[in-house]
């Protein structure tokens, strides 16, 4: 399943999962407000597998805070 973060417009969602896609998004989730490294345990956790983002810094900052 894939996670769209916050900053991806939720039209997305219904395009993918035309597509066959499973994806649900942070905001329908209440995890709009999540750091990044705080999203990634989540969206883990609830067994996502892809996770969409604008955010360029999105994996270093994910990673730091995993440490």
Known sequence: MWLLDANMDVHLAPVLTGLGIPCDTAGNRGWKALSNGNLVKA???AG??????????FGESASRALQ
């Open 48 to 57: 996502f597998r892809c996770l969409l983002t604008w955010d360029r810094l």
């Open 43 to 45: 969206a883990v956790d």
